[in-house]
């Protein structure tokens, strides 16, 4: 009898987390030469799973092996719904729910594995939701910064109607070029349905993002694709979504060229993943001073992503 394929980068590891009892799958991969300098939790959107963050469509895709060849430790984690959680879990959860359990699984993974310096939460599409309520309402005491791809605040006009991405399949992720060709050969085992509680929850994102943003206090970074079908980005979309993130010390807004909405699946995935590491360094260089008080005016960041 052939064995399954375990479709995993070398030295990423399947795990368990406990949620509040709810067993979450995950994906790990630490470091070979010692402890981490920091952790990263990565979190993956809607009708994926945790593969999405070491896909492998080509070499140096994954996100896992790559944050561990530069000292952190990553765990992908399959959201309440996904993965193992699935067969307990068939109506998934809203997003409040899923924001708790994602605070609860980090927890048990700093008490089981070492961490470093804290915890980072990386995130795209719907998992940058829960991401942003974990931040907001559940901060891991360690948590140092995040980083969100695929999610704003505001959806594209289209991003519902019959033209726009809600149309399904490919044409959410933007123009195929962007993909190598063995993108979709090589996915099967990442994608998965999205649950029914999750999905209800998507059209209220606006609303609830104003309620919490102001409650979020570590640096964030915002990553929006140079073909994002989703979400508006234009500049007043943008100064709109830093003017609600009144606690956090440091927002930061990049585009990332000749991407699409799956930017960790296409041949931006490295340079997007870099520049994710690099901001994390960047916090952790900051971590040990004061932060300067936030610009009226606007970030310069900002400023100069939106001229």
């Avoid at 980068?9 to 402890?35: F, K, M, N, Q, Y």
């Avoid at 599409?125 to 605040?153: N, Q, R, W, Y």
């Avoid at 991407?259 to 260089?285: K, P, Q, T, W």
């Amino acid at each position: 009898m052939s064995t399954p394929r375990e479709d995993l980068s070398p030295g990423v590891r399947r795990i368990v987390l406990d949620a509040r009892g709810t067993a979450l799958s995950a994906l790990l991969c630490e470091p070979a030469g010692g402890p981490p300098r920091a952790t990263v939790v990565a979190v993956h959107g809607a009708g994926m799973s945790a593969g999405y963050f070491d896909s492998q469509a080509l070499p140096d895709f994954s996100l896992l092996t790559l944050g561990a060849r530069l000292g952190y430790t990553v765990v992908a984690v399959d959201r309440p719904g996904y993965g193992r959680s699935a067969a307990a879990l068939p109506e998934g959860q809203p997003v409040a729910e899923q924001a708790a359990a994602l605070a609860a699984a980090v927890g048990d993974f700093g008490a089981r594995y070492p961490t470093g310096a804290g915890v980072f939460l990386l995130a795209h599409s719907f998992g940058g939701k829960v991401a942003l309520l974990t931040a907001a309402d559940h901060a891991p005491p360690d948590l140092l910064g995040m980083e969100i791809s695929g999610c704003g605040h505001r959806y594209a006009p289209d991003a519902f109607s019959g033209t726009g991405a809600s149309r399904g399949g490919r044409r959410s992720w933007g123009p195929l070029r962007l993909y190598p060709p063995s993108t979709f050969a090589t996915c099967g085992s990442i994608v998965a349905p999205v649950p029914p509680r999750e999905q209800a929850d998507i059209v209220r994102w606006p609303e609830a993002f104003r309620a919490v943003a102001g409650r979020v206090r570590v640096p964030v970074r915002f990553t929006f694709a140079e073909h994002e079908p989703w979400w508006r980005y234009d500049r007043d979309a943008l100064a709109e979504l830093r003017s609600r993130l009144t606690g956090a010390p440091r927002v930061h807004i990049d585009r990332q060229p000749e991407a699409g909405h799956n930017i960790s699946l296409g041949y931006a995935a490295r340079a997007y993943h870099l520049r994710c590491l690099g901001f994390f360094e960047d916090c952790l260089v900051r971590g040990a001073v004061s932060y300067p008080p936030l610009d009226p005016d606007g970030d310069q960041e900002l400023k100069a992503v939106t001229a």
